[in-house]
C-alpha cells in the first residue's frame, strides 16, 4: 500500500477519477492519506482523519512511505490559525496555506511554517470565535475552506482546528454525541441538525448564545433558531427543520 501528504493549498477529492467529477471533500496542506488504489493519471485515496474515500490528480499529492505516515500519526497536530498564510519550500518559494491546514506536517515535507497555529484542545467558547473567520464564505460542495465550504465542512473544520472530531456528512456527524431533548438545554457550540422532508439529516450548523445559529445556506451566515428550525429573516422563512441538537464537548 502506499500513503502520502497533501503538498499544496487545497486538493479536490471526486466521486471518479475524472478532472470534471463531483469533488466530495478536499485535501488541505498538511492532510495524510492512504493510496487504495493507482492509475495513471488518478488514486483512490482513503483521508486519515475521517475515513472519507474519493479520488485525487497524481500530479497534485505527495507520496511518503509507511514509516513517515505512521510517524504523522503519532505527532500532535498543529493547525494555521490565519486566514491565509503560507509555508516555504526547499527553493525559497512560498507556497500558500489556508485557515485548518496541518502545518505541523510541513517539515515532513521540506517545508517551513511561521504563522499562527492551534496546538491543543481549546475550550468550548473558542468554537465560535473561529467560526467567525468563515462567516460570508461562499457556499461550494465538498469545501473546506473560507473560500468556499459546504455546512458539514465547516461545522468539521471548526471542530477540527479547535482539537475534536467530526466525521465529514451531516448524516454521520449526527451520530455522535449526547442529544438534547430541549433547545434550551443547548449551549453555545452545540451541534444542531435538519433534515428535509423525506426525514434525511442534510444540514448542519453551529448553535449560538441568544437563539441564533451560524451555519451554511448559500454562505457562511448568521440566523435566528427555534424549535421548529432555522428563521431566515430575510426571506421571511423558515429554510431548515430542525431534528436533533447533539452536545460533543
Given amino acids: 500500500m502506499q500513503y502520502g501528504v497533501c503538498p499544496l493549498s487545497l486538493v479536490s477529492v471526486r466521486l471518479t477519477a475524472d478532472n470534471t467529477s463531483e469533488m466530495m471533500t478536499q485535501l488541505l496542506y498538511g492532510d495524510h492519506f492512504k493510496v487504495l488504489e493507482s492509475r495513471k493519471h488518478f488514486s483512490r485515496i482513503r483521508i486519515a482523519y475521517d475515513a472519507t474515500e474519493g479520488w485525487v490528480d497524481n500530479n497534485q499529492i505527495a507520496l511518503v512511505d509507511e514509516s513517515t505516515y505512521h510517524e504523522i500519526d503519532t505527532l500532535s497536530a498543529a493547525f494555521s490559525n490565519d486566514l491565509v498564510a503560507a509555508v516555504t519550500n526547499a527553493k525559497n518559494a512560498l507556497i500558500p496555506v489556508l485557515l485548518g491546514a496541518t502545518v505541523s506536517n510541513a517539515p515532513l515535507l521540506g517545508h517551513t511554517f511561521e504563522g499562527n497555529v492551534v496546538s491543543s484542545r481549546q475550550a468550548k467558547p473558542e468554537l465560535l470565535k473561529t467560526a467567525m473567520y468563515y462567516l460570508d464564505a461562499p457556499y461550494l460542495f465538498g469545501g473546506k475552506t473560507p473560500f468556499g465550504i459546504d455546512a458539514s465542512g465547516f461545522t468539521q473544520m471548526i471542530y477540527k482546528i479547535n482539537g475534536y472530531s467530526l466525521s465529514r456528512s451531516a448524516a454521520q456527524q449526527a451520530t455522535q454525541g449526547d442529544a438534547l431533548s430541549f433547545i434550551e438545554e ?33 454562505k457562511v451566515r448568521i440566523d435566528r433558531i427555534d424549535h421548529t428550525g432555522i428563521f431566515n429573516a430575510e426571506r421571511g422563512i423558515y429554510s431548515h427543520q430542525l431534528r436533533v441538537i447533539k452536545k460533543l464537548i
Fill in 186 to 218: 443547548s449551549e453555545a457550540g452545540d451541534l444542531a441538525f435538519f433534515d428535509n422532508s423525506e426525514g434525511t439529516i442534510d444540514h448542519v450548523g453551529i448553535i449560538m448564545e441568544d437563539n441564533y445559529i451560524i451555519h451554511v445556506n448559500g
